[in-house]
């Protein structure tokens, strides 16, 4: 037996419809009574407690799972209004775990990545686990910290692929879905154990500009001082602007120029997307930028991002030997959709060229993604990404 | 001991010399390392500098990038915004009525536009209010403090349709009174509004906006939601003039509807009268034939001389009496027989007939009388046996009474001609004469009982006006026509058909 995966989709503006209309083509693209599990993908504006509630009381006590998204990609094509439902039903010898944490910010974001890695172990504890697929609110500010409480538990090297919920860009408040719920300042997770196949693919294209600089002086997230001068200082010189002028660009400048950081041995910088400039001239990432890291101004454009992600395909077939692919999931970077603009779609046309038409693939934009740096069998170590396009794929054995 | 003196300072020398040597010689490699670290040193810095010249194009190339980026962003915006217009106009260009222009409106075009927020006013110059005919993006809450403030500020939106006027948060000065608590009550960090300005009806406004802080309006924005309000207002238009088209069709129809219902009422009216008329000549007729047959039954035995012989003034008015009451009863027996056909209760005797004798049979009995008046009457049928599908007796009525009334009508030495011919599963016969004829306005009308032509021949001749109309309806009992073609003075053809078998009946 193999796994089995039915995607709908409805961007009916009623939502309760909408989701009623999904879930009826997902069912019968699954063509499979029994249903282990569901996800949820929507734009902003179904985020409304009866329209999960309706999803939940449609499938029965299954877990559902889910983030809203600036859009929802689907084989369909990319839908800024909509919401999209998958099925899965699975082969004997594969099980899971779902398990959500509210209040992560009180908590921080260490102890809650602890606490979700013990709810999730706490129904597989004796089975080989494979992998773990994360959603996590967009608006955190320290997202590593969420991977390094995980890796506590599961282990520094267990694979995690996940991405950071979205909205339409305003950064206002983003969703979690969980079974009967709407949450935000909550990350939840799916913990796989058993005969399944997951090979990711993680790459961004934006390249190295200008010379190295040494970070100096940091905490987590918080960067203070670049080659002894404070951190600020770099983007005033690069740009030529004062700190005001910054602050009014930084959505664009984060977004077309991050930090990214030396990592030895693997081909692609880490990026780091600035959140803030403080007034002592320190720079707030969402992620952590360790001290003594090798950091380098970046630049993209659409053709080296594009070319990223006909990589990032690559990989995700490679690192799964070729097998045939039952959902491909995809957590792509809201920075990209911003720099592609209206070309948004080639990305969807490249994965569905790579990885074949019949593939169902289903997506969200993130505000950060979550993945391991180097092909999931390598234990490689997982990292907060900014800027990439993450898709992981699942295979039967 | 000066050997020991000697080796000591032998010793001493050695060492010195030893020493002086080994300074000699670190001093050359010091001076060669130093050179070597000079050297490295200006390395170095050489490749410091170019890594800071480098460093120097890079900050050219970022900021050459951010305003690339920021052109290809507005580029973007731009084209975004044209394919959204075009797509709007499209929608609403082929809307048939006024709330359906403002169904048909969708979010989403409006979101690439770069708005998310949307509303749409029509003023009623009737109740002097607005009315909210569309709203994208407000919440239930909103839209109520959006409708006070407008009802709250009239004469501002009011003036902006009357000074035709887009008005966005970039143009509006900042004492425009209303500007900040308008972002406020709407929910919007930036807007457009734009009258709609239909040439007929109510005028309104168009507003949309946006909570994106990062977004600004651009002149080229306010433009497109111009023209977007523009092609509103012409929409508007065409759906209210399609209105009023349906709407006078739509009551032009209902009269129509309402005559036809009137006539029918007077169709059924007349039925009844025209009925009423057919029993009442039918019962007249019967009552009148019993005395008349026994007026001309004494008529004829006075006449007879059986009650002896009469004085000649008597005789000759008795035999007027004969003669007209024989016409009455002419009369009498046409009308009884115009009734029944009428009726339906003229039983008629369908067979297979030959017109040859019956039209024999008919000239036979005319041909006295035409020969008095030297009329050639003549025969062109087609060779062998033309057969139709009818009561014989009643044909031979209407051949008698046709070629009768040619005979009357046609002045000595003229030419009466009948031929027949097939047409589909009919038999049609031309009785054409050389008479009078009869004046177009007439034609139609000689088959009505009771029309006579007003000719001087009817003035001297007498009739009932009865022979045609009962031609007429022994024809239609057929299933045939009848009509005429003539022109005063040249002559008339009187046409019918018959069937030729029972089929056509």
Request: charge should be neutral; aromatic fraction near 8%; glycine fraction near 8%.
């Amino acid at each position: 037996m193999a796994i089995s995966v039915g995607i709908g989709l409805s961007t009916d503006k009623d939502h309760l419809q909408a989701a009623k209309e999904a879930i009826r083509q997902a069912r019968a693209r699954l063509a499979k009574d029994k249903i282990d599990l569901a996800l949820v993908f929507s734009s902003v504006e179904f985020a409304h407690p009866a329209v999960i509630k309706a999803i939940h009381s449609a499938l029965g006590e299954i877990p559902v799972l889910g983030s809203t998204s600036l859009a929802v990609i689907t084989n369909e094509g990319i839908f800024k209004h909509g919401l999209a439902v998958v099925l899965f039903n699975l082969p004997k010898g594969v099980t899971f775990s779902a398990a959500l944490v509210k209040e992560i910010r009180a908590k921080t974001l260490p102890a809650s990545g602890e606490e979700l890695a013990v709810k999730l172990l706490r129904d597989i504890k004796d089975t080989y686990r494979d992998f773990a697929l994360i959603f996590c609110d967009g608006l955190i500010r320290d997202a590593s910290g969420l991977i390094t409480g995980l890796q506590e538990r599961l282990g520094k090297s267990f694979p995690l692929v996940g991405g950071l919920a979205s909205d339409d860009l305003s950064f206002k408040r983003t969703y979690l879905y969980f079974n009967q719920g709407i949450f935000t300042d909550a990350a939840a997770g799916v913990l796989w154990a058993g005969r399944l196949h997951f090979g990711s693919g993680v790459k961004h294209g934006w390249r190295p500009l200008g010379k190295p600089r040494h970070i100096t002086r940091s905490r987590e997230n918080i960067v203070q001082e670049i080659d002894g001068q404070p951190a600020v200082k770099v983007y005033e010189e690069y740009f030529a602007e004062t700190i005001e002028q910054l602050r009014k660009d930084l959505k664009r400048i984060s977004v077309f120029y991050p930090l990214g950081i030396y990592l030895a041995g693997e081909k692609e910088y880490l990026l780091r997307n600035i959140l803030s400039i403080e007034d002592d001239g320190s720079l707030a990432f969402q992620g952590d930028v360790a001290q003594g890291s090798l950091v380098r101004l970046m630049i993209g454009t659409k053709e080296s991002c594009l070319e990223a992600t006909y990589q990032a395909v690559q990989d995700v077939k490679r690192s799964l030997g070729n097998k045939k692919i039952s959902l491909a999931l995809v957590f792509d970077s809201a920075s990209r959709y911003i720099l592609l603009g209206r070309q948004a779609g080639r990305e969807l046309d490249i994965i569905r060229q790579g990885l074949g038409e019949d593939t169902p693939v289903i997506g969200i934009y993130t505000y950060g993604e979550e993945a391991p740096l180097r092909e999931l069998y390598y234990l490689g170590k997982t990292y907060f990404h900014n800027q990439t396009i993450t898709i992981l794929g699942i295979a039967d054995q | 001991m000066p050997e020991l003196k000697f080796l000591m300072e032998y010793v001493i020398n050695i060492g010195g010399l030893i020493a002086v040597a080994t300074v000699v010689g670190l001093s050359m490699v010091v001076a060669t390392k130093m050179q070597a670290i000079k050297k490295l040193q200006s390395d170095i810095a050489d490749l410091k500098k170019s890594l800071d010249e480098m460093d120097e194009q890079a900050k050219l190339v970022v900021r050459t990038d951010i305003e690339l980026n920021k052109t290809q962003e507005e580029l973007d915006k731009k084209i975004g915004g044209l394919y959204a217009l075009q797509r709007f106009s499209r929608v609403i260009s082929t809307a048939l009525e006024e709330e359906q222009i403002f169904r048909r409106m969708d979010s989403n075009h409006l979101e690439d536009l770069g708005f998310e927020k949307a509303c749409a006013l029509l003023y009623s110059e009737g109740q002097k209010t607005f009315s909210l005919k569309l709203t994208f993006g407000f919440e239930a809450e909103q839209i109520h403090g959006v409708k006070s403030f407008i009802d709250g500020h009239l004469n501002f939106f009011l003036d902006l349709i009357r000074r035709e006027k887009t008005l966005s948060s970039i143009s509006a000065s900042i004492d425009t009174p209303a500007k900040d608590r308008l972002t406020h009550v709407f929910g919007v960090h930036s807007f457009i509004i734009s009258p709609i300005l239909p040439k007929e009806g109510d005028k309104g406004l168009l507003f949309v906006g946006t909570q994106n802080p990062d977004a600004f309006i651009t002149e080229g924005e306010e433009e497109v939601i111009t023209i977007l309000a523009n092609q509103l207002g012409q929409a508007l238009e065409n759906a209210r003039l399609f209105e009023k088209t349906w709407r006078q069709h739509q009551d032009l129809e209902k009269k129509v509807e309402e005559r036809t219902r009137e006539l029918t009422a007077a169709l059924e009216e007349v039925k009844k009268i025209s009925q009423r008329k057919t029993d009442f000549i039918s019962s007249v007729s019967h009552e009148l034939r019993t005395p008349l047959t026994s007026i001309k039954g004494y008529a004829s035995i006075l006449l007879a001389g059986k009650l002896g012989q009469l004085p000649k003034d008597v005789y000759e008015r008795l035999d007027k009496i004969n003669r007209h009451s024989d016409e009455l009863a002419h009369m009498v027996n046409d009308l009884l027989d115009i009734s029944r056909i009428e009726a339906g209760r003229m039983t008629m005797k369908f067979e297979e007939q030959n017109l040859n004798h019956i039209v024999a049979a008919a000239t036979d009995l005319l041909s006295v009388q035409a020969k008095e008046k030297q009329i050639e009457l003549s025969t062109g049928l087609p060779a062998g046996a033309n057969a139709v599908f009818a009561d014989k007796s009643q044909i031979e009525r209407v051949f008698i009474n046709i070629i009768a009334n040619a005979v009357k009508f046609t002045p000595p030495k003229g030419k009466i001609k009948i031929i027949s011919h097939k047409t589909d599963n009919m038999v049609q016969v031309d009785i054409t004469d050389t008479g009078c004829g009869i004046p177009q306005e007439a034609q139609e009308l000689i088959f009505e009982e009771f029309y006579r032509v007003d000719n001087p021949i009817n003035q001297e001749v007498k009739g009932t006006g009865l022979g045609l109309a009962l031609v007429r309806h022994i024809i239609e009992a057929h299933k045939g026509k009848i009509w005429v073609k003539s022109k005063v003075g040249q002559g008339s053809t009187f046409s019918f058909t018959l069937p030729i078998e029972r089929a056509a009946l």
